[in-house]
């Protein structure tokens, strides 16, 4: 991968030289989908099975069969009765087979040699296998494509977190999201804190009023350092990406878009609208493959004057910290489960049952399982779910953070919003990969 000069902020907000998807309509779609919030006394807590209910058969297909897809193809089965893994798709034959071991071992589902697929059709080829649902957890560059593909195949869509890693993608996949409320089918994504009853019930209780009006939020998730994987004798430079994705950004987004979007998306769920601009600055000390940071800071700005602040590291050896806190002009919340007035005392919290007590009531379920409970309850009582757009929103908050970041630079939404920034090559093959090198962004070039 040969080496190129530092992008200026210009270049981290637009690359033309990269191929771009087909998004008419979703600048001007997008900017009037911030999500809102319920008035004061009118908040309720929807019903949360622990189990959907039951039905005909449902078949679903798995593409991207890494960790995460393994467990997400676990959590759907665990959600109810009559549910199916049919078929897998991956580039690489041994997370496949470690995928069907890891089924066979766990839940003694076997998948035939038919119906596994290799390559990057594989997608196309496993929604076309006789499915009604795909889940989607291929690293997240693949996103807005196999969400406009399954869309286009009449399929219901579960999509892992981020559903994408730029602006291109992001309207993307807004686009299809649309496409397929008009088609009747069901999205459900994996920001996981929105089904958590301890966090659904927090914001229940702050957006009623119980800690008075919003005013800012402090937002963090210190953590260790991800997994590596270092290049190999023989590996191209496609294989060794893909292979370490996760420290690669065009194809995770780095660690701000691809896991600190859970926490961002906590913000956003609160706040119920967008900012306007993103004040960002970050840097690396400790990663040794890749091309991304190990640390950002972020301050949004918001159409009031309001101004919240994300916090992401992943470096091993320092202090953790994961926590959403919510501000408030009568108080502030954890929004894990805790509310304090301004003098720090502690106000409510949430009522975390024994395990062994007889009501259950407040028994907070596994998140990875309850969205594949809500999709399969969505689709069996054909009350359609889709929250495509909360996701594509805070996908698109957490790349204006790493944009300003990198460049070191204010970035507006509607910078954001009018971006025709794409990441990755234009096609895909085991081979070379020209004009993405390994090099670490570095603030303020031009």
Not at 16 to 40: D, F, H, R
Not at 150 to 166: N, Q
Not at 249 to 256: F, V
Request: aromatic share 8%.
């Amino acid at each position: 991968m040969k080496n190129e000069k530092e992008l200026s902020r210009r270049k981290f907000l637009s690359n033309t030289a990269l191929a771009t998807i087909g998004t008419i309509g979703a600048v001007q779609l997008l900017s009037s989908c911030a999500g809102s919030s319920a008035k004061k006394g009118e908040l309720k807590l929807p019903e949360l099975l622990t189990q959907a209910p039951d039905g005909k058969v449902l078949k679903a297909g798995l593409i991207g069969c890494g960790g995460r897809g393994t467990g997400a193809a676990i959590n759907f089965l665990d959600a109810g009765p009559n549910l199916q893994i049919v078929a897998l798709g991956d580039v690489f034959q041994d997370r496949l087979d470690k995928c069907r071991d890891e089924l066979k071992t766990q839940k003694n589902v076997e998948i035939p040699d038919e119906k596994c697929f290799l390559g990057f059709d594989n997608y196309e080829k496993v929604i076309d296998s006789g499915v009604d649902i795909v889940l989607l957890c291929t690293p997240p560059h693949f996103r807005p494509q196999h969400v406009e593909a399954a869309v286009k195949a009449g399929k219901h869509i579960f999509m892992e977190k981020p559903c994408a890693v730029d602006p291109v993608g992001a309207r993307s996949v807004m686009v299809s999201s649309e496409r397929a409320k008009q088609s009747g089918l069901c999205i459900v994504s994996g920001t996981i804190r929105r089904v958590q009853k301890d966090f659904m019930e927090t914001r229940r209780r702050v957006l009623n009023g119980e800690i008075g009006e919003i005013v800012s939020a402090h937002i963090i998730r210190n953590g260790g350092s991800l997994w590596v994987i270092k290049r190999q004798p023989g590996m191209t430079d496609m294989e060794y990406m893909l292979r370490n994705w996760a420290n690669f950004c065009w194809l995770s987004g780095d660690h701000i878009v691809e896991q600190f979007i859970h926490e961002i998306d906590v913000m956003n769920w609160y706040i119920g609208k967008n900012p306007v601009k993103a004040m960002g600055w970050g840097g690396r000390q400790r990663r040794i493959t890749g091309d991304q940071y190990d640390f950002f800071s972020i301050e949004y700005l918001y159409d009031n004057g309001m101004q919240t602040h994300c916090a992401a590291r992943q470096i091993t050896g320092c202090s953790n910290l994961t926590k959403q806190l919510i501000t408030g002009t009568k108080g502030f919340a954890n929004a894990k489960g805790q509310l304090y007035n301004l003098k720090g005392e502690e106000i409510w919290t949430y009522p975390y049952p024994e395990e062994n007590a007889t009501d259950q009531t407040w028994k907070v379920i596994d998140p990875y399982v309850q969205e594949h409970i809500n999709l399969v309850t969505a689709i069996r009582t054909e009350n359609i779910v889709n929250d495509a757009e909360a996701q594509v929103n805070s996908t698109l908050i957490s790349i204006m953070g790493r944009i300003s970041a990198y460049s070191g630079k204010d970035v507006t939404w509607d910078e954001v919003m009018n971006s025709d920034l794409y990441l990755g090559p234009k096609t895909y093959a085991f081979g070379p990969v020209t004009g993405i090198p390994e090099t670490i962004p570095v603030i303020g070039a031009m």
